[in-house]
């Protein structure tokens, strides 16, 4: 209902690989917490792109993670190497946090490279007895930036996906379009229309400090990613952080170019986290997480006049972007390619940076076009199934090219011929007709041409 969900305090590297799979066990706890005292074994089978990169996206940890009942926001080093050594070394999971139930990771945990049909992203979970009896199944399904659902919610969803705003609501929308219908109504921008929105579901007070909650978790990314415990990035690519030495070499400088190595340093500082399995804010998506809050730290540190207003009205136009991203065509990289995680992202940054300089709806969303419209076609191909070649640096180029989005579309004259909703239904269109090896299995582009590891 809120489009609050779009953010989300979490974990990396992946908002569907980590947080959804960590969900899906979360989801699994409160399904079993009545008969848990008859459970004694959990079988867990990872489908398609969870499978073919979840070693490198720690879905098999996150998994672990979720069935013993932890949160994401809950979740630190200590504690997530505490339970994974719990279930290799001793092989045991304390079930829903209650129970502790026998747990054999090569045994247990299969990963399947088939796919299953309703979505890229598929898993499935038996809780057995003594015997061997299945005492409960659910399949799950992470259909992109932390969202999940089991098969008869999605089923149902595929089915009639407008049923979910079907709900007599005085401010509702499907549509872009029906979005510029309601502002010109009311004299409303973007961020405008989306508060009102969520007035519908939230006091003013939550609203704020839900927003502002989310900025500062962002800040503090970027902090923690220029001041990083550990230099190298985990995983068999061996990657050094760069983003300590940019920080280091950067200095204000006359040079007009130079503002794109601060953006590149935001991005990268935050994108470098979330490779690492730190916490992080999912923006849509995990993957890409350091798209927003690098337009949000290039117009508080080189922009004057951006104060938590502003912060308010960048998150809350992004949101809604976010909301037909996800409502009308995809936000996994799994489903439709990189172009749903970064464009996506790059096209929110577009649409809330036109808004807080004082664009009118329209024009943000033209900016939103934009934005999208020059992603169109980027696949997802991650190296060693990691989230960071090409994930990081892309990062830094959506953030930029969210940028530039936004003042084209601000200092043009001429009316688009492409409009908001054409260019989300393309780009999903795009994402159904690229080929399964460039949809975030690690089968094709860079993930299989890279010879060398830097």
């Excluded at 867990?44 to 490198?56: D, M, P």
């Excluded at 308010?312 to 172009?339: H, P, R, V, W």
């Excluded at 664009?359 to 900016?367: F, M, R, T, V, W």
Aim: glycine share 8%; charged share 20%.
């Amino acid at each position: 209902m809120s489009n609050f969900n779009i953010f989300k305090i979490g974990v990396g590297p992946s908002s569907s690989h980590t947080l959804g799979p960590m969900l899906a066990g979360n989801l699994f706890c409160q399904k079993i917490k009545d008969n848990i005292s008859n459970i004694n074994r959990i079988n867990i089978i990872l489908y398609g792109s969870l499978s073919l990169t979840g070693r490198g996206h720690l879905s098999d940890k996150a998994i672990i993670w979720g069935l013993s009942n932890l949160k994401a926001k809950e979740l630190n080093a200590e504690i997530q190497a505490k339970v994974i050594s719990m279930a290799l070394e001793y092989k045991k999971i304390h079930l829903a946090g209650i129970k502790n139930i026998d747990f054999d990771y090569n045994v247990d945990l299969i990963f399947s490279k088939d796919f299953l049909e309703l979505h890229e992203n598929g898993l499935e979970i038996k809780a057995l007895d003594s015997n061997g009896d299945v005492i409960n199944i659910e399949r799950y399904y992470s259909i992109g930036g932390g969202f999940v659902m089991s098969e008869d919610e999605l089923i149902k969803y595929k089915e009639n996906p407008n049923l979910q705003i079907d709900n007599g609501l005085a401010i509702k929308f499907n549509t872009a379009m029906e979005c510029l219908e309601l502002c010109n109504k009311n004299n409303w921008n973007l961020a405008q229309l989306s508060y009102n929105y969520e007035l519908q579901f939230h006091t003013r007070d939550e609203i704020r400090n839900y927003c502002l909650e989310i900025w500062e978790v962002m800040q503090e990314v970027y902090y923690n990613g220029i001041h990083p415990k550990d230099i190298k990035l985990p995983g068999s690519l061996n990657l050094n952080r760069r983003a300590v030495g940019l920080n280091q070499r950067l200095t204000l400088t006359s040079d007009p170019m130079g503002i794109i190595d601060f953006i590149s340093l935001y991005a990268i500082a935050i994108a470098e986290e979330n490779a690492s399995g730190a916490r992080v804010v999912t923006a849509p998506t995990n993957g890409a997480c350091a798209v927003i809050p690098a337009v949000m730290l290039y117009v508080k540190n080189h922009t004057v006049g951006f104060n938590d207003d502003k912060v308010i009205d960048f998150l809350l136009t992004a949101m809604l972007i976010g909301y037909l991203y996800k409502k009308n065509a995809s936000i996994s990289g799994a489903e439709a390619g990189c172009q749903a995680e970064i464009g996506s992202a790059s096209s929110m940054a577009a649409a809330s940076l036109a808004t807080i300089m004082g664009a009118e709806a329209n024009i943000a969303c033209n900016a939103a076009e934009i934005a999208m419209e020059h992603h169109l076609g980027l696949t997802c191909d991650p190296v060693a199934g990691l989230v960071q070649i090409p994930c990081i640096e892309r990062n830094a180029f959506g953030a930029i090219k969210a940028i530039s989005a936004a003042r084209m579309a601000m200092s043009r004259k001429s009316t688009p011929i492409v409009n908001l909703d054409d260019i989300i239904k393309t780009m999903y269109e795009t994402g159904k007709d690229m080929n399964s090896k460039y949809k975030e299995t690690s089968l094709g582009g860079l993930a299989k041409t890279i010879s060398t590891v830097c």
